[in-house]
């Protein structure tokens, strides 16, 4: 059953719009798979370092004009994504109705440590991390601060809406990218606690009894996404995905339509 399948972006990333999906989608390789599937997909792009808020503002007018009417939606929502996804059907009546599933994949429900590090840039000079990326953290709009760790979840659970989360477990590669190197001196995550360079699995997966919990992937947060645990620039220009990588949005797509 052809389903509509909306995928939304993580912290600053893109929608289909932007002109670094010329090159390389967000979503590598993912919306051309489905639709190859007979699924109608959407990519849409919000404000890459803006708060919850701001993101899920916009990412639900862009829904609305992208699928008018009463058709049945599902969520796909990478990191930041699934956050604002959370937001999105708190707020809007006619989306909450309509949004039958909300998959979460690397999304930090309970905060990241690496986000919670950037929240306090010079804290970090003298700490190995490059001052571009110190520099850059400065450049926010709210984003950090709602990525940052927490106790709870920034929003409650909907009725009627199908909620799964799935996480990330990339300390089996032994080739990090520089990028999740990074994110991993800059969280300060122990290499014995399960998770993906970004994210902890205690706060990609939560709410045992209310949200499904599928099995965990093997790959950091890029390559959730299929950006491959090398340097980031070869995988974009090159096009290496990680091994089953669209065998794991196939999957999801298949559960959704049969409803298991």
């Known amino acids: 059953m052809p389903l509509n399948i909306i995928l939304t972006h993580g912290y ?3 929608g289909s719009a ?8 967000y979503f590598k390789g993912v919306a051309k798979r489905l639709r190859e599937l007979d699924h109608d997909v959407f990519e849409p792009g919000v404000m890459g370092n803006g708060s919850v808020e701001t993101r ?7 829904i609305h ?3 008018p009417g009463n058709t049945p939606l599902h969520v796909i929502g990478h990191s930041m994504g699934g956050l604002d996804a959370r937001r999105l059907l708190t707020r809007d009546a006619d989306l909450r109705r309509r949004i039958k599933t909300l998959v979460c994949i690397g999304t930090p429900h309970l905060g990241s440590p690496v986000a919670s590090q950037l929240l306090h840039p010079n804290a970090l000079f003298g700490s190995g991390i490059p001052g571009a990326l110190i520099a850059a953290s400065r450049v926010d709009r709210g984003a950090l601060a709602d990525l940052a760790l927490r106790d709870a979840p920034l929003d409650a ?3 009627g809406v199908r909620y799964v989360d799935i996480a990330c477990d990339g300390r089996g590669d032994k080739r990090d990218s520089p990028l999740f190197w990074l994110t991993r001196k800059l969280g300060g995550i122990d290499k014995s606690v399960i998770n993906d360079g970004v994210v902890l699995q205690t706060s990609a997966c939560i709410h045992p009894q209310r949200h499904e919990h599928w099995p965990m992937w093997p790959v950091d947060h890029g390559g959730a996404i299929g950006w491959t645990t090398e340097w980031p620039a070869l995988s974009a220009f090159f096009g290496r995905l990680p091994p089953d990588h669209l065998a794991r949005y ?9 409803g298991t």
């Open 12 to 14: 600053l990333g893109y």
């Open 18 to 25: 932007d002109i670094r999906a010329v090159f390389s989608p």
């Open 65 to 67: 004009m992208r699928f």
């Open 56 to 62: 899920s503002r916009d990412l639900a007018e862009q």
């Open 250 to 258: 196939e999957m999801i797509a298949t559960r959704l339509a049969s």
């Open 157 to 159: 659970d909907v009725e």
